[in-house]
């Protein structure tokens, strides 16, 4: 398993102990700018010795046309200074522009911005009650599972996917892993949704050019009262769990499988943002053991 830290800010990363199977994560599954920002301060930091001894997952958002140019050129700037095991894709435009780009080619995983299943949203079973329990199943599926897109992605050289912790996810993994495609599951959270436009920025009412503003810290959103609903029908459809908001992300547990077996995955990973340090750090330790013969995940 090659588990994953993410979240962790760049310039505390020395003071943490790490492990053999485990990488850091840079980057934004939501936010260009985050992006950005975050290559930035990779690359001004890479000379340190420290630096040098570690392995970097890179995460990349959605990319406008204007900003395509300047994360490509980052990108291979960044594979030539640190140990990059792998780069995660959120956009099938960057996705093209890299097919032909072999020094940064390699390795590349597909985010889960792109392997979505309506399972991810907190009131899925609105959609789905009424349908008979095949097309139930068939609806709720994650998109990548169709034998002519697993042949295109194969040959993009995609090594693997990420993916959400809900239950058909967990029958998937297996399905995945057969053809040769690897599956990194986030810890305890899932997306509900992303946009184009920042619902941050929204909700402090600011203009686009406050995209300048830290966005990289959990906010938590609550609703207080349904929307083209019916009471009985925002009770029923579960929309009262807690959301979170980083960047331009709207992330919750809503439909989060208590019981998802993380060890049949090839690597989880934990976001220092959106859960607690003391429960990453026992969930770490239990891996970590596991990996080393020592204990079993219960």
Same mark, same amino acid.
């Given at each position: 398993?090659?588990?994953?830290?993410?979240?962790?800010?760049?310039?505390?990363?020395?003071?943490?102990?790490?492990?053999?199977?485990?990488?850091?994560?840079?980057?934004?599954?939501?936010?260009?700018?985050?992006?950005?920002?975050k290559?930035?301060?990779?690359?001004?930091?890479?000379?340190? !010795?420290y =630096? %040098? $001894?570690?392995?970097? /997952?890179?995460?990349?958002?959605?990319?406008?046309?204007?900003?395509?140019?300047? &994360?490509?050129?980052?990108?291979?700037?960044?594979?030539?200074k640190?140990?990059?095991?792998?780069?995660?894709?959120?956009?099938?435009?960057?996705?093209?522009?890299?097919?032909?780009?072999?020094?940064?080619?390699?390795?590349?995983?597909?985010?889960?911005?792109?392997?979505?299943?309506?399972?991810?949203?907190?009131?899925?079973?609105?959609?789905?009650?009424?349908?008979?329990?095949?097309?139930?199943?068939?609806?709720?599926?994650?998109?990548i599972?169709?034998?002519?897109?697993? !042949?295109? =992605? %194969? $040959?993009?050289?995609? /090594?693997?996917?990420?993916l959400?912790?809900?239950?058909?996810?967990?029958?998937? &993994?297996?399905?995945?892993?057969?053809?040769?495609?690897?599956?990194y599951?986030?810890?305890?959270?899932?997306?509900?949704?992303?946009?184009?436009?920042?619902?941050?920025?929204?909700?402090?009412?600011?203009?686009?050019?406050?995209?300048?503003?830290?966005?990289?810290?959990?906010?938590?959103?609550?609703?207080?009262?349904?929307?083209?609903?019916?009471?009985?029908?925002?009770?029923?459809?579960?929309?009262?769990?807690?959301?979170?908001?980083?960047?331009?992300v709207?992330?919750?547990?809503?439909?989060?499988?208590?019981?998802?077996e993380?060890?049949?995955?090839?690597?989880?990973?934990?976001?220092?943002?959106?859960?607690?340090?003391?429960?990453?750090?026992?969930?770490r330790?239990t891996?970590?053991?596991?990996?080393?013969?020592?204990?079993?995940?219960?």
């Open positions: 398993m090659i588990n994953e830290l993410r979240g962790v800010a760049l310039d505390k990363l020395s003071q943490m102990e790490l492990h053999d199977g485990e990488i850091i994560g840079v980057g934004s599954e939501g936010c260009v700018h985050d992006c950005i920002r290559f930035r301060q990779l690359l001004s930091i890479s000379e340190k !010795e =630096f %040098k $001894k570690i392995s970097f /997952r890179i995460i990349t958002s959605r990319v406008p046309e204007k900003c395509m140019t300047p &994360i490509l050129n980052m990108l291979s700037e960044i594979v030539k640190v140990q990059v095991d792998s780069i995660v894709i959120n956009d099938y435009g960057l996705l093209y522009c890299l097919k032909s780009n072999h020094l940064v080619a390699n390795n590349l995983i597909l985010g889960r911005t792109l392997i979505r299943t309506l399972a991810d949203v907190p009131w899925h079973n609105l959609f789905v009650e009424a349908e008979s329990l095949d097309t139930r199943e068939s609806m709720m599926q994650a998109n599972m169709h034998l002519e897109k697993i !042949e295109l =992605f %194969k $040959k993009y050289k995609i /090594r693997g996917v990420e959400s912790p809900v239950d058909v996810n967990e029958k998937i &993994i297996y399905s995945l892993q057969k053809i040769g495609i690897q599956c599951v986030h810890y305890d959270n899932q997306i509900a949704t992303i946009g184009r436009t920042c619902p941050r920025l929204r909700i402090i009412k600011s203009k686009a050019k406050g995209c300048t503003i830290d966005c990289d810290q959990a906010i938590q959103l609550e609703f207080f009262e349904p929307y083209g609903l019916s009471k009985l029908d925002f009770e029923k459809a579960n929309i009262y769990p807690l959301m979170y908001n980083i960047n331009n709207i992330y919750h547990r809503g439909n989060v499988y208590d019981k998802f993380y060890q049949r995955s090839d690597g989880i990973i934990f976001d220092y943002r959106l859960n607690g340090v003391q429960e990453i750090e026992e969930k330790r891996f970590i053991n596991q990996l080393k013969g020592e204990a079993t995940y219960g």
